[in-house]
């Protein structure tokens, strides 16, 4: 602020006489509305620096994780890795689910992640519904699709809502009979994101989850063919995907590039909430910069017109009043 009010002074046209008076003065015409806007000049500034700084007071507290744990997740791709059969989860009508009941007759696509998710995980969904309309291949007939949530805390009626929005949005009958939707415990979520090499943390602090993006396709016996990395299926790949599993056959590891739904998505120009938060501090910390100031440059203005006005007047005789 002391380079400021520096610099306004260097600014100050030659032999231009004091302020105060003509402050005084433009205060007896304007009144509050001038007081007001001086005193907003010369407190907005300084609100900047404490708007910025809140901001990251809260970056700080709304997430723990720390970048070693972030490099942590990832797909490790256990190709030929055997998902136990003995897994029991809640299918979204509340119904017990058993994974080796569901094995056997035809292949299935593995999803992770969870319900509530507000970043990547409806990307991973939106991706997988768009390849599936482009298939021959029918879910319930050909293939089944089993999603899994992550998080203990979610129940069958949230798993239920989302059933019912991608059921509609895949438009195909028969659909409700092969595509499940998945909610357990801790320990049986534990076992199975293991034994699929999906890597997954939990941010206390901001009670979201991250993890990695992709799809898995299981043998018929569920035995992990292949992995699709990523939220953009392609069709033709998938179909053939599908095809090799149904026949037992594995792939091999695809090198690819890991999404992260935790702060940002390289493909779709999408930010987190923790970008979002500091675009946000800091649009409204350019917001307070440019009001403070155009209100500086037009006080500056008035200021410079009433000196105008003012060495007129005293040239008359007359300086009591900045305008007749």
Not at 51 to 63: F, P
Not at 128 to 146: M, P, S, T
Request: hydrophobic share 40%.
């Amino acid at each position: 602020m002391k380079f400021l009010r520096i610099l306004i002074g260097r600014a100050r046209p030659p032999g231009a006489p004091n302020e105060r008076p003509l402050r005084q003065a433009c205060s007896r015409r304007f009144g509050v509305r001038s007081l007001l806007l001086r005193r907003y000049l010369r407190t907005a500034p300084r609100a900047v620096p404490t708007v910025l700084a809140l901001a990251l007071v809260l970056v700080g507290q709304t997430y723990a994780l720390t970048p070693n744990e972030l490099n942590q997740i990832t797909f490790d791709q256990n190709i030929g890795q055997q998902i136990s059969r003995d897994l029991t989860f809640r299918d979204s009508d509340g119904t017990r689910f058993q994974l080796g009941a569901h094995f056997g007759s035809k292949p299935a696509l593995l999803v992770l992640g969870y319900y509530h998710c507000p970043m990547l995980c409806t990307l991973i969904s939106n991706g997988l519904i768009e390849a599936l309309q482009e298939l021959r291949f029918n879910v319930g007939k050909d293939f089944d699709v089993i999603n899994v949530s992550i998080d203990p805390r979610e129940t069958p009626a949230l798993a239920a809502g989302k059933k019912t929005e991608y059921l509609k949005r895949y438009g195909r009958p028969g659909a409700e009979n092969g595509w499940h939707f998945l909610t357990g415990d801790e320990k049986t979520i534990s076992t199975i994101a293991r034994e699929a090499g999906f890597r997954f943390a939990y941010d206390s602090a901001s009670g979201e989850y991250a993890h990695p993006s992709g799809v898995i396709v299981l043998t018929p016996q569920g035995k992990i063919s292949r992995y699709f990395l990523g939220v953009n299926l392609d069709p033709r790949e998938l179909r053939q995907a599908v095809t090799a599993a149904a026949r037992d056959e594995t792939g091999s590891v695809i090198q690819r590039l890991v999404l992260l739904c935790y702060h940002y998505n390289p493909i779709t120009g999408k930010y987190g909430s923790l970008i979002m938060l500091v675009l946000r501090a800091s649009g409204i910390a350019t917001v307070l910069a440019v009001i403070a100031f155009v209100i500086w440059m037009v006080g500056h203005d008035c200021r410079a017109r009433r000196l105008t006005g003012a060495g007129n007047i005293s040239a008359a005789g007359s300086a009591s009043r900045p305008y007749p």
